[in-house]
């Protein structure tokens, strides 16, 4: 059984999975990987998402304020045995949850156009594709997306 657990960055799990995640991005980013990278830095994210599957952290995410009626969602990422369990729909759907009960209004994120796993997993959660948002405009391996929440 899948469960969901709200922290900070600064959890040990939640530490762990993004030493794993930027692992992946550095190979699926390439050579863009140090631009994208400084975007990333979860240290200080007070809103995080670990999913358990028994006392096994598998998966987590995370949200950042982008301004007063939006949160960016970030650090999105499942291990790779677990993929296919709803896991990561699991953990946006808490981070929307969350967000809501903050009073934002809308979601943002951004992916790159190689990660099409993802964007169909954001798709079938009601995100569009959007134009590139702050630092992401004119990059041309950047996928924005938004949802009203």
């Not at 059984?1 to 762990?16: A, C, G, L, Q």
């Not at 981070?95 to 169909?120: C, H, M, P, R």
Request: with cysteine.
């Amino acid at each position: 059984m899948i469960t969901v657990t709200r922290t900070t960055s600064n959890n040990p799990d939640f530490e762990k999975l993004v030493i794993e995640l930027d692992a992946v991005l550095a190979i699926l980013d390439g050579e863009d990987h140090a631009f994208y990278a400084q975007f990333n830095k979860s240290s200080a994210l007070k809103n995080a998402i670990i999913a358990y599957e028994n006392e096994t952290a598998v998966g987590i995410g995370a949200y950042k304020e982008y301004d007063s009626e939006t949160v960016e969602m970030k650090r999105m990422y499942t291990i790779p045995e677990y993929r296919g369990k709803g896991i990561a729909s699991k953990i946006l759907t808490e981070l929307e949850l969350w967000a809501k009960e903050e009073n934002y209004k809308i979601a943002v994120l951004e992916t790159g156009f190689l990660q099409t796993d993802a964007i169909s997993l954001y798709k079938k959660l009601g995100y569009v594709i959007t134009e590139n948002y702050g630092q992401y405009i004119g990059v041309e391996n950047s996928v924005c997306m938004k949802k009203k929440i």
